[in-house]
């Protein structure tokens, strides 16, 4: 697994060293539910919707779902099948919060909460337009091997290849359920988020 260089300090290292997945489970069921929207997908067919909420979430604890070796990266980085369950996992310990928030700001539209988290594309990640966030220059923090060769060697379009060796900080999490068809529910798979998984294990970012 991987460790960090000099860019990060090192009482930073120790506490993310030390994080297990259980902490990153239970630091995003404490999260505060900020927003949440039935997102239409407008541009491939807008009878197409999804569940998606904003999180904040504690500093540390975004630090130990994005930075730590055990934390949510870490689970894909030790493979395509451990982190999907483990994004599984996360799914199901919040999933009840998540609708109970739907169910009090939009009643309306709750009914579509429950099936689109438990789509096999739904997923937890970092907000990616959080302000802040990324870092001014290319100083990486991150050693890992497999990662430093693929951001070094692979151009993949769409994706910052050298973004999985940044540890970034901040306070927002997204939670994205699959996509549904509006009027049956039913499970409409989104082609391009196919390497998800492959992406995380390989580049650590997607």
């Not at 169910?103 to 539209?109: A, D, G, I, N, R």
């Amino acid at each position: 697994m991987w460790s960090f260089n000099a860019n990060v300090a090192p009482e930073r290292v120790q506490r993310l060293m030390a994080v297990t997945f259980g902490d990153v489970i239970s630091g995003v069921w404490s999260g505060n539910i900020k927003a949440f929207v039935l997102e239409p997908r407008e541009k491939v067919s807008p009878d197409e919707v999804r569940a998606a909420f904003l999180l904040e979430v504690a500093p540390d604890t975004y630090d130990a779902f994005y930075n730590a070796p055990n934390g949510y990266r870490g689970q894909y980085a030790q493979s395509e099948a451990v982190g999907a369950t483990a994004n599984k996992s996360l799914l199901h310990r919040i999933e009840h919060r998540l609708y109970s928030f739907a169910e009090t700001h939009k009643p309306e539209e709750a009914k579509y909460v429950m099936p689109s988290l438990r789509c096999a594309q739904a997923k937890v990640w970092v907000d990616e337009d959080e302000s802040g966030i990324w870092p001014a220059g290319e100083q990486t923090q991150i050693v890992f091997a497999r990662w430093e060769y693929a951001a070094n060697t692979y151009k993949v379009e769409g994706v910052r290849t050298k973004a999985g060796l940044f540890a970034l900080l901040g306070t927002r999490l997204v939670v994205l359920g699959g996509w549904l068809d509006r009027e049956t529910l039913e499970e409409r798979y989104e082609h391009s988020k196919r390497y998800r998984a492959e992406e995380l294990h390989c580049l650590g970012f997607t």
